[in-house]
């Protein structure tokens, strides 16, 4: 769990209410984040936007990783063994119009 500064959580009506400087504060990079919350529970972060685009293409790297990790356990044990369509959908009781419906 991520641990956040006492001046970064601020309850939502404080959000509400003063929001102009909440803004302000992270465009100016006086804070780094704003974690909100509610009846004593945090329920939002609110980042600027450089740091979430940084965020959001760390998460985008972290997902193609994975998928090139699936893609060559998957090439490694290729027996090279193919089942076509039709085999596949008789295998499992599938017919054509269940495919297209």
Sequence with gaps: MI?????EII????VARNFSS????????A?????IAKNNKLELVVLPIEEY???KEIADLAEHIEIYKTVTERTAKDTGVRIGMSDMMNRFGVNEADVLN
């Design 3 to 7: 641990a956040y500064a006492r001046d």
């Design 53 to 55: 685009e940084r965020l």
């Design 22 to 29: 909440v803004f302000k504060s992270l465009v100016d990079g």
């Design 31 to 35: 804070k780094d984040r704003i974690a």
């Design 11 to 14: 309850p939502a009506t404080e």
